[in-house]
C-alpha cells in the first residue's frame, strides 16, 4: 500500500464515536487519503492496514451499499481501496484482501499457523490404500499428474517430482491469506486458509478448509450453496455448488461439480462435469461426465467418458483390501446400471454394456462394445466406429470446452483417428487374424483376454478397422499434400519428407495429450536427471501437443509404407493417386456406415411414444414435428456434405497430380 500514515488523533476520535474499538491505534496504517466515515462497530486487533473506501456497490435487485467496513473483528489484515466488510460473526485474522472485494455476512475468514493452501497434498488415485499418490500443486496438469500416477515403475522419477511439488509448496506457504481483487464472500461459513483468486464468487458456502481457489477477471471461479471442500484446489473457471463436498481433491479448468456430488482422494481435470453421484480414488481425465445420483466412479482412470446411470465399479474382492484398480481408456461410455470389477481396462472409444467380473483387457481392441450375456463378457471388436454416437462426441467435446484463461494447464487432443487409436487397431488387425488362424475359421466363438468373440464380430472388426486406417492414413497424406502444386516427381517426394523424426514408434495419450513414446522417454529422463522445474515439464507438454500434426505423419509415413508396401521417397504420382481413391473408399464407405445408424433413430420403433392419442400417420406427425425428417436432420446433413466435401477434397488433389504427371 502506497504513502502510509498513522490515524490521527481524530480520526481516532471519530472512529471511538462509531463504536471502533482498537487493541493498540498504533498499529493501524492507513492510505494518505483515507477517511474514517465508513468504519462502524470495528474492532481491530494486531497489524492493520487500511485503504480508501470512496466507492459505491451496486448489488441485485438495485441495491447500493457503500464500501466500508461495518460490524467486524480484524487481525491482522491488509485492506485494500474499496472494500466492502459488514457482518462478520466471528473474525477475519491474518488476511490481504485486495481492492474492491465484498465480504458480507461471513461467520469466519482466518489462516492458522503457515499454510501452503492446498499444495503439496498427497491424494491417494487409484489405489486408495496408497503408492500412487499425486502431490496436487496451483499448475498441475493431466499429463504430469498421469506420470506420477503411473510410473511407479521409475522411483527416481517421482522422487524427482515431489521433490519439486514441494519446493513449490514451500514458495508459497504462508502465514498470511490473500483474497483477490472483487472477490465477492456472502453469507458464507468457515474459511480456513484458504487462498482466494481474483473475481471468486463464494456464496453460502458452509466450510472450505486449506486450498486455493484460482479464479482470475477472464476466468472467476464459482464456489456455491452448503459446499464443503477440505484439502483442495481448485482452478480458474470452476463452478463448485449445490452441496457438493470436495476432500483432498484438485478440480481442473472449466469444471462443473454439483447438486450433491462428493468426490474424495480423486483428480478432475478440464472441463469435467460431475452431479449427484459419487467419486472415490478417481483419476478423471478431461471431458469426463457422469450426472446421474445412483453412479459411482471408484479407483478407476477416465477420459472423455460418459457415465449412465447407475455405473458402477468394484475395486475391493475382500481379500486384502480396496487395492484393485482399472483403466478406461479415452472416449468411452458405460451404459445404465453397467458394472465393472476391478482390475480391468477398457480400450479406447468403447461401449461398456452390462456386468462384467471377469477382468477383461481390451486395451488393444479399440472402438468396441462389451456386452454381457450369461454372465459372460462379449466383445464386438471395432463396432463403435459406424455408430453415429461416437462421431457426435468427437464434434462435440471441442464445442464445450469452457476454459476461458491464457493459461491452459490441460494439453488436450481431440482426434478420433490418431497414432494413438490407429496403431491400436493395426494391433487389433493382428490378434484377431491370428485368433481366427490358430482357432480356425469354422469356430463360432473366439476367446481373448477373458472376452468371447463371435466369428461374425471377428469377421466384421477386421473390416471396421481396415476402413478406419485407410481414412486415417489417406486422411494424413491429403493434409500433407493439400494446397500444393508439383512442378514435378521430386517435388512431390520433397513434400512428403519428415520434418519431425521423433514422431516413430509407438504413441501414447496422457489423459489428452496424445505423443510419441520417445518423446515422453526423453522428457522422463530429463526429469530424472534433475534438468527441469515444474514449470519446464508443463511447457514441454504443450510444445509436444503444438507439434503434433508434423510428428503424425512421421508416424503416417511409416504406416503408409508398411500397409501398402510402398516406399514414398521413390513414390509416383500413380501410386499417390491409388492411395487417394482408397481413401476416398474408405471415407465413403464408413460415412455410409454412420448415414445407415442415424437412419435407426428414425424407425418406427424409434417412433413409440409419440402420437399418444392419434392415428399412425398422426405419430409420424409428431415426430417429425419434434425431431423433425431424416434428410434434414443436422447429423445427417453433416454426413452427407462430409461425403461430397471428401470426395471433392480428393478429385482435385487427383486432378493436380494427373495434370502434373
Not at 159 to 170: D, M
Not at 307 to 312: E, I, K, R, T
Not at 341 to 370: C, E, K, N, Q
Amino acid at each position: 500500500m502506497k504513502a502510509e500514515r498513522n490515524l490521527r488523533l481524530e480520526e481516532v476520535a471519530q472512529l471511538e464515536i462509531q463504536g471502533c474499538l482498537a487493541e493498540d491505534w498504533d498499529c493501524i496504517f492507513v492510505a494518505e487519503a483515507f477517511t474514517p466515515a465508513y468504519i462502524h462497530q470495528v474492532h481491530f486487533s494486531g497489524t492493520i492496514r487500511l485503504g480508501v473506501f470512496e466507492k459505491e456497490f451496486l448489488l441485485p435487485g438495485g441495491v447500493v451499499k457503500h464500501s466500508g467496513i461495518y460490524r467486524a473483528t480484524l487481525h491482522n489484515c491488509a485492506v485494500g481501496n474499496n472494500v466492502l466488510i459488514e457482518n462478520i460473526r466471528d473474525y477475519i485474522a491474518n488476511y490481504d484482501i485486495a481492492s474492491g472485494a465484498r465480504i458480507q455476512n461471513t461467520d469466519l475468514l482466518l489462516v492458522e499457523g503457515i499454510s501452503s493452501f492446498g499444495n503439496n497434498v498427497a491424494v491417494s488415485v487409484l489405489n486408495e490404500t496408497g503408492g500412487r499418490e499425486v502431490m496436487i500443486y496451483d499448475h498441475l496438469s493431466a499429463p504430469t499428474a498421469y506420470i506420477m500416477a503411473l510410473y511407479r515403475h521409475r522411483p527416481a522419477l517421482i522422487e524427482a517430482l515431489h521433490l519439486l511439488v514441494h519446493r513449490y509448496a514451500e514458495r508459497v506457504t504462508s502465514s498470511r491469506g490473500t483474497i483477490g481483487r472483487n472477490v465477492v464472500i456472502r453469507n458464507a461459513g468457515t474459511i480456513r486458509n484458504v487462498r482466494i483468486g481474483d473475481c471468486a464468487v463464494v456464496e453460502n458456502s458452509t466450510r472450505l478448509e486449506n486450498g486455493a481457489i484460482n479464479s482470475n477477471g477472464k476466468a472467476p471461479v464459482y464456489i456455491g450453496d452448503s459446499v464443503i471442500a477440505q484439502d483442495f484446489i481448485v482452478s480458474s473457471g470452476a463452478t463448485v455448488s449445490d452441496a457438493a463436498k470436495i476432500i483432498r481433491c484438485f478440480i481442473g479448468q472449466a469444471c462443473h461439480i454439483s447438486h450433491n456430488f462428493s468426490a474424495h482422494d480423486s483428480l478432475l481435470f478440464s472441463n469435467c462435469s460431475f452431479e449427484n453421484g459419487e467419486a472415490c480414488a478417481i483419476f478423471a481425465g478431461p471431458f469426463t461426465v457422469s450426472m446421474h445420483k445412483s453412479s459411482l466412479l471408484i479407483a478407476g482412470m477416465f477420459s472423455f467418458l460418459n457415465a449412465g446411470s447407475g455405473s458402477n465399479q468394484s475395486n475391493h474382492m475382500y481379500k486384502l483390501g480396496p487395492i484393485h484398480q482399472g483403466i478406461v481408456e479415452r472416449g468411452s461410455k458405460t451404459t445404465s446400471d453397467s458394472y465393472i470389477l476391478w482390475p480391468a481396462r477398457i480400450g479406447a472409444f468403447s461401449l461398456v454394456m452390462g456386468r462384467h467380473h471377469h477382468h477383461s483387457d481390451t486395451s488393444d481392441i479399440p472402438f468396441s462394445y462389451l456386452i454381457e450375456k450369461g454372465d459372460e463378457t462379449y466383445l464386438m471388436p471395432g463396432v463403435n466406429l459406424r455408430s453415429v454416437g461416437t462421431i457426435r462426441d468427437a464434434q462435440k467435446w471441442p464445442k464445450r470446452d469452457k476454459r476461458e484463461d491464457d493459461d491452459l494447464l490441460d494439453p488436450i487432443n481431440y482426434n478420433l483417428l490418431s497414432p494413438y487409436t490407429i496403431g491400436k487397431m493395426i494391433r487389433a488387425k493382428e490378434i484377431l487374424a491370428n485368433l481366427q488362424k490358430l482357432a480356425g475359421e469354422t469356430s463360432d466363438v473366439y476367446y481373448y483376454q477373458n472376452a468371447r468373440i463371435k466369428y461374425s464380430s471377428l469377421c466384421k472388426g477386421m473390416k471396421l478397422y481396415d476402413m478406419a486406417i485407410r481414412k486415417f492414413l489417406g486422411n494424413s497424406l491429403i493434409q500433407r499434400l493439400e494446397g500444393d502444386v508439383f512442378a514435378d516427381t521430386d517435388d512431390l517426394r520433397k513434400r512428403l519428407q519428415i520434418t519431425e523424426p521423433d514422431g516413430v514408434g509407438e504413441w501414447l495419450d496422457l489423459s489428452g495429450l496424445i505423443l510419441p513414446r520417445k518423446l515422453l522417454e526423453q522428457l522422463l529422463s530429463e526429469i530424472e536427471a534433475g534438468k527441469h522445474s515444474l514449470d519446464a515439464i508443463e511447457q514441454r507438454f504443450r510444445e509436444i501437443h503444438q507439434r503434433y500434426y508434423d510428428l503424425e505423419w512421421t508416424w503416417a509415413y511409416q504406416a503408409i509404407e508398411q500397409y501398402y508396401g510402398v516406399d514414398l521417397s521413390a513414390v509416383s504420382f500413380s501410386q499417390v493417386i491409388a492411395l487417394v481413391r482408397d481413401w476416398q473408399a474408405a471415407v465413403v464407405d464408413l460415412d455410409h456406415l454412420l448415414y445407415e445408424d442415424a437412419r435407426k433413430e428414425f424407425s418406427l420403433t424409434a417412433m413409440t411414444g409419440f402420437g399418444v392419442d392419434g392415428t399412425s400417420d398422426e405419430k409420424q406427425k409428431d415426430f417429425a414435428g419434434v425431431r423433425g425428417d431424416f434428410e434434414n436432420n443436422p447429423f445427417v446433413v453433416a454426413v452427407t456434405a462430409h461425403i461430397r466435401s471428401k470426395e471433392a477434397l480428393g478429385n482435385e488433389l487427383i486432378e493436380r497430380l494427373e495434370a502434373t504427371s
